[in-house]
């Protein structure tokens, strides 16, 4: 079942906030990705075809904000 944007930015914000406590528990960015990407992926599931775009570029900015540099190339 998709989710609207309300609800995607929820789930978003809460991504956000694994994203910096595993960014903390995972310096490696090999290591936080195996954490990360199963997260990430389950909310892009979520989101309609046409939110995809908008999911990616909010993923790509939260991991750039806890330093963990490029994305797999499943982000990409």
Wanted: aromatic share 10%; net charge negative; proline share 5%.
């Amino acid at each position: 079942m998709t989710k609207n944007r309300e609800n995607l930015d929820s789930d978003l914000e809460r991504l956000q906030g694994y994203a910096r406590a595993l960014a903390r528990k995972y310096p490696e960015a090999q290591s936080f990705w195996q954490e990360f990407s199963g997260l990430a992926e389950e909310v892009l599931r979520d989101a309609a075809h046409e939110d995809h775009e908008w999911v990616l570029h909010r993923i790509r900015r939260m991991v750039a904000e806890v330093g963990m540099g490029g994305p797999p190339p499943q982000f990409s």
